[in-house]
């Protein structure tokens, strides 16, 4: 059974900063193309930031210059760097990861930005 497990989520104050994992398994299951999106109670999901399989970077104007998608294959995992955080940067994100022509999702990681 492939799996994507999120990780990383928490409490943090405006202006703080939280770094969320996406790891995947088993082995033979790897990080390919992948992207980071987030939900808010009430809004639709939407994207935060995507990195393909050759390590290009993309990101929501929203979150440019404040968060970082990266990969470590050798930990077959994804992450996302997020700094600066504000309150509307609340919400549960989820990583979906695209392999060989399939799309897979994590089950989310709420991400709760308050003082």
């Known amino acids: 059974q492939v799996q994507l497990a999120e990780s990383g989520g928490g409490l943090v104050q405006p202006g703080g900063s939280l770094t969320l994992s996406c790891a995947a398994s088993p082995e033979n299951f790897r990080i390919g193309a992948l992207t980071w999106y987030r939900q808010a109670p009430g809004q639709e999901r939407e994207l935060v930031a995507h990195i393909t399989s050759g390590g290009v970077t993309g990101y929501a104007d929203f979150v440019k210059g404040r968060f970082t998608i990266s990969r470590d294959s050798a930990k077959n995992t994804a992450y996302l760097q997020m700094n600066s955080l504000r309150p509307d940067d609340s919400g549960v994100y989820y990583c979906?990861?695209?392999?060989?022509?399939?799309?897979?999702w994590g089950q989310g990681t709420q991400v709760t930005v308050s003082s």
């Open positions: 979906k990861n695209q392999y060989i022509g399939r799309d897979y």
